[in-house]
């Protein structure tokens, strides 16, 4: 962590699939882990995730590093550091953790808002859902294809998240049906509480990815990240994977910690 960092680390042991908040458990458990990392404010939230996806990308050993994208807010802002990162961005394929079913460069778009924030102003190649207005669930299956085809043989590498006040993270929405999709990487879900449908990443995706980062800020997430770590919530469920996950939180955010 960068040395300007106001924050501590607590190790999360995941049983099966149920796990709950433990800050005294030491830092060097390695297997079904999770890292809570609490920092003085959103800015140095914003800041510490940059330079950790830059190193991510810098001590890769292979010729292609795959980086899932969520837009957002705090990504954005992330977004915006990182680019300013000394980062060889031609050998990194970007791509969405979940769009919203809308125009490219629609203003609700995150893959208008990861373009905007970074994409446009480095050489990573970029994959986008095809969108033609009229079949979100053909566009997830294409776009399922494309997902598995720059992972042939691999797994990706990193995958940045959010985290709704309701616990929802990528388009996994409480009560919605991708939380039960055990085999597919990409479906189009229906998400009844914004009356849309989102393209988004499921668990099988995400608990096939060497490593995930949560980014979190604001009290109003306070509740559901305390319930996240008590396993109730769709972002909680990422911990259950084989991959390592780690959660960068602001104080606020962190408030009904115990």
């Given at each position: 962590m960068s040395a300007d960092t106001s924050c501590y680390l607590a190790a999360i042991p995941i049983d099966g699939h149920s796990f709950g908040h433990a800050s005294n458990v030491g830092v060097g458990v390695t297997v079904r882990v999770m890292e809570l990392v609490i920092h003085e404010n959103?800015?140095?939230?914003?800041?510490?995730?940059?330079?950790?996806?830059?190193?991510?990308?810098?001590?890769?050993?292979?010729?292609?590093?795959?980086?899932?994208?969520?837009?957002?807010?705090?990504?954005?802002?992330?977004f915006r550091t990182l680019r300013q990162q000394p980062v060889d961005w031609s050998k990194v394929d970007a791509w969405l953790s979940d769009e919203r079913w809308v125009a490219h460069d629609d203003d609700r778009s995150n893959g208008h808002q990861v373009a905007?924030?970074?994409?446009?102003?480095?050489?990573?190649?970029?994959?986008?859902?095809?969108?033609?207005?009229?079949?979100?669930?053909?566009?997830?299956?294409?776009?399922?294809?494309?997902?598995?085809?720059?992972?042939?043989?691999?797994?990706?590498?990193?995958?940045?998240?959010?985290?709704?006040?309701?616990?929802?993270?990528?388009?996994?929405?409480?009560?919605?049906?991708?939380?039960?999709?055990?085999?597919r990487w990409i479906v189009a879900n229906e998400v009844p509480q914004h009356d849309e449908t989102r393209i988004t990443a499921t668990y099988p995706l995400l608990w096939a990815t060497n490593h995930i980062m949560f980014l979190v800020v604001g009290?109003?997430?306070?509740?559901?990240?305390?319930?996240?770590?008590?396993?109730?919530?769709?972002?909680?469920?990422?911990?259950?994977?084989?991959?390592?996950?780690?959660?960068?939180?602001?104080?606020?955010?962190?408030?009904l910690l115990s």
């Open positions: 959103a800015s140095v939230v914003a800041a510490v995730a940059a330079e950790r996806i830059a190193n991510f990308v810098k001590a890769t050993q292979l010729d292609r590093f795959s980086l899932g994208l969520a837009g957002g807010s705090t990504p954005v802002a992330t905007e924030a970074l994409l446009d102003h480095v050489s990573a190649t970029f994959h986008r859902p095809i969108w033609n207005q009229h079949d979100p669930r053909g566009s997830a299956l294409s776009y399922e294809a494309k997902i598995r085809s720059i992972h042939a043989g691999r797994q990706p590498d990193l995958i940045l998240l959010g985290m709704g006040p309701d616990g929802h993270t990528a388009s996994l929405f409480p009560g919605t049906a991708a939380l039960g999709e055990s085999d009290s109003d997430k306070a509740e559901a990240l305390r319930d996240s770590f008590a396993g109730n919530t769709p972002a909680g469920r990422v911990g259950e994977g084989d991959g390592e996950v780690e959660w960068h939180v602001d104080a606020t955010a962190a408030s």
